[in-house]
Each structure stands twice: as C-alpha cells, then as structure tokens.
DNA sequence: TTGCCCGTTACGGATTGCCGTAATGTATTG
DNA sequence: CAATACATTACGGCAATCCGTAACGGGCAA
C-alpha cells in the first residue's frame, strides 16, 4: 500500500474523514494541507528530501478566503505539478460530477483517478486508493461514462465560449466584433446567429436567456 | 452537554469527521443518517420511546439518488419538524453561505444556529453546540451579517419570481401573461419591463440575459 | 380638497434578436 | 474538372426588447 499520502482538502470536516479513511488502510504517513499552495511547497520540499509523496489526494474547489493563492484550485495545482513530479499518482475527490467538467480534467490533466464526493464517497476513496496502487484507473459510477459516452458531449469550445459571452451580457453584435478582435472564426453576425440557434434547438431552449440558464444549470460554463 | 443528538448528512466522509468532533464534545448518543426521510422517522420513534433528542444537526441540501425522499432537503424536513417536536434544537450546517437563502431560513424556520461548512467548520460547530446548548444562537461570521444588514437584500420575492420566470425561457409579455393568471401585480407588460429595468441598474447587467446569468451566478434563483 | 409622491400602466420609436432565404466559400469525391 | 456537400456570410421582414415620456390612481400630509 501507499506509505506516504497528501490530502489537500479545504473543509475540516471533510478532512477528518479521509484521515480516518486512510488510517484504516494502514496508511501511514497522511499529511493534510488546506490550500493548494501549501500542496505544492509540501510537494516540493519533500522531493528536495528525498522522500517524495505516493499519492495525492485533492479536491477541485477551494473557498476563497484572505490568503491569496497562486493555485486557487485542484486543476491549477494539479497542473503545476505535472512539471515537478509527473509520475505522483494523483486522485480527484470532489463534489464535481459533470461530465464536461471531469472529461476535460482526465483527458487533459494526468490523473490517475476521479472520485465524486457523496454518500458513499469515502467508500469509493478506498477502492480509488487500492485501484490506482496497482496501476489501474478508478472512476465514481457517476462520471464514468465521461470518457466512454460522448453523446452528452455535444458543445465545442466555439459554442462555450459563444453563450460564455451571452452570459457576460454581450449582444450578438458584439459577440461578432469580439470574435473578429480575438481572430475566432466564424465571427459574422449572421453565424453566431446560427450556432446560436442550433444550441437553442439542441438545449431546448426558447431564447437567448433561456439558454444561458440552461447551460449554467448544467455546469457547462 | 446534550446527551442524545442526531446529524443528518448525506456525505460520509462529513458524517465522520462531524462523529470525531461529536465525541470529543463527549456526546454520548450520537445518531447519524444519510437521508431527511430517516431523520423525520428516527425522531418520530424516539419520541415514541419517550427518549427524544436533544439536538438535530442537519444539512441543507441532499443528492438525489434512487431513493424518493419526501423530504428532499433539510429545510423541508425542519418545516415537517416543527409539527413533531418543536422544541427541537436544530443547528443548520451547511456549505450554503448566501445571504438571501439563510436569511429566510431564520426568519421562517425555528432553527437556533447556523453553521457555514469551510475551512473552520468544524470548530465552528463545536462553538454553535456550546451556544446552543446555553440557548444563545449562533450564526457563522459569514452569514452573521443575514439578520443584521439589510442592504444585500434588495431582492424581494416578485423580483425573484420575475427573474426565474425570465430564466425559464418566458418572454416579458409571457411572463405577464403568466402573473395575470397567477393573480401576481403588478403584471403588465409595462410594469415588468419597468421592473427589469430597475433590476438591470441594480445588478449592472447590460440585458436580460446578463441579468439571469448573474443572479444564478449569486444564487439567487 | 388640493397637491405631492410613488407605483402602475400605456404608448412610440430605436435597437436587438429571430428566422427564413439566398449567395459565397471551401473541402471532398468521382 | 465538375459535382456535391457543408459551413460561412449576407440580407430582409417581423417579433421582442429597450428606453424615454406621459397618463392614471391610491395613499398621505398640509
């Protein structure tokens, strides 16, 4: 089993289950950091030490608070990371089940594992934990089908980043001006007019308004 | 210190954290369920027993999951409380920290304390059972201001409604359409767009879109 | 009662969005 | 090269919205 384990979780309560978790799979080494910064020092003195983690343990969102962070998330951290000690075996514990969400974190991130916080989210922790100590990825029943369904991935960066503007309060028109300034194509009043209308038939959306909320319901931006 | 007290909380690995604390508080009767529904009958039952509890700790909001629930959420189950035993102690433990949403909750439910989920929940929550239990409430510092500052609170209820039923896809004239025969007034088609007008300025939004994206941005609606 | 405040309602013009049609551009295939 | 398919762009008519102005109506104080 893993010797020496880092969680990097923001809520305490949170904090003292896992560690529960973990000490009942003779885990024995847990360090336990509340901010992403504090992951990455850790991470980087230990390495310096020679004694470098197995296993990272992090979540995805942090509150904000008054310390400032370089890496406010588990995705910026993570990512950092992948520069100081690519082969540090990485699961994801979050509450984030949405689908988008977590495909782009596994295809795009190098982890090793995702699991969805829940009711049986500890339970599921310990089968990710025994899974990707012999090299095999684990994925919560919840977002396993992020990598091998694509249906439910019908929106393209174009079309997030169109009903992104939407929702920043930008009119069509200055969508397409912004478009043509930031060199993304198409960018004509008359296509952002047409995608437009596709997702509003593909969301089942009667407006523009109507769209946005939608999109936003379902986490995609 | 309480004797019997029961936690509601779906997440297990909170449900284990908020068991060590309880403990540490010497708690001696610590019951904890995963759904609302089990809650409402284990207090049921205890007061059958004629050995109710002394203190509910509950969470706001619950996945869903193949379980129907009747109670889906912590505050519908507090409401059905009230009927069962309404000198129920109840502390509200929550990541919930917007303004709005606790604010009602005081107001409309019998609940003592409110307790934000975070980085310090945990010692929070001990801080709230000790208050408690001398019948002074607690409020956690981020929503301490819900009872005292108004000035966050510009939104009132047909404000809300007019903009939920903006996100739902309704057009102004809709949604006039719509108070008519709900008997909401004002409800022409005048008045709405006056309404949205001045919700507009208020949240600096440039349309309607901008608006709906903003206020489920705030969690409003 | 009169005057005033304020919220509701009504209306008109300018802007934006909606939707169908058509022209142009581009890549693929026989 | 021609034929085809598909995406992009252009345009026009009509609907929805935005925004200013103004009329109407109830509550309240002088």
Redesign the pocket.
Known sequence: MFKKVLVVEDMDDINRGVKIALLELNISEIDQVQYCDDAYLRIKKAIKDQKPYDLLISDLSFKVDHREQKYPSGETLIRALQEVQPDLKVIMYSVEDRLQKVRTLINTCNIKSYVCKGRHGLKELSKAIHTVYNNVQYLSPQVAKALSDRSNLEIDD?DLELVKQ?SFG??????SSYFKEENI?????????????KL?IQFKA????H?VATVKDLGLI
Chains 1, 2 share one sequence.
């Open positions: 174009y939407l930008l009119s069509q028109d200055e969508i194509s198409p960018n004509s009043l008359s296509s952002i007019e047409k995608h437009l209308n509003k009667n407006n523009a308004t769209l």
